[in-house]
């Protein structure tokens, strides 16, 4: 069964301490834990050795979404401390400013594409030209945000026909006009199924779903049924 798990960020504002206790008894299996923010970013690394983390058989960082030219360096230093344990660090690519500094993550630093919002990163035409400058680079596929740009989800499909093999993990959730996270509707998770084909099985989940303590495994068990290249369109009648 595919491993599925949460951002601490969906679910636990600035809190990813509480995010983690959250998850303590549910289905999850895999974490990313999630600085978005700049001033998110030293403290949760500096918390990194006194994570309990053994939970979770996949464990990824995401990186500050948006990162002024100033703050790079600093950015870039800190991140060489989640390196060393060797998890994937998601990143959005127009938080990029000096590409030589973070092309020696190599497959650790894990593109994101993107939401309507950002200027880079939505199509795969976009993403070739940000590969060709990271050729060592892995792959977050946020399947939310590739409906968004493209509702009848052939750009989703364009792109993971063209960057397949390097998908490290998938963000999944319903993204909404106003490009927040919501819980995966029936309507999503018919649009996802339509792409699951081409997602690998071993390929982890995170969700970013905003939701409720009470609610964490059914989301799960929803992103599993919309992942599944089988059985939600049948139910559907798709």
Known sequence: MRCVGF????????????????LA?????????????????APLVAEL??????KFDYIAFHAP?????????????????????????????????????????????????????KPVGQTAEDLGTIFDQFPDASFCFDIGHARQVDPTMSEAIAILHRFQSRLKQLHVSEVNAQSKHDPLSLESMIAISRVSRLIPPNVPAILESRVEEECIDEEIRNALSALNPEGLLAIAGD
């Open 65 to 117: 979404s948006s990162i002024e030219h100033p703050f790079e360096p600093l950015a870039i230093e800190l991140l060489q401390r989640v390196a060393v344990h060797n998890w994937p660090i998601v990143v959005h690519p127009d938080a990029i400013h000096t590409p030589r500094e973070w092309a020696h993550f190599g497959n650790l630093l894990c593109i994101e594409n993107m939401d309507k919002r």
């Open 25 to 41: 008894d549910t289905d999850a299996c895999a974490i990313e834990l999630s600085a978005l923010r700049q001033e998110e970013l």
């Open 7 to 22: 951002s601490t960020g969906a679910l636990a504002f600035r809190d990813f301490r509480r995010a983690l206790r959250m």
């Open 49 to 54: 050795d006194n994570l309990d983390l053994r």
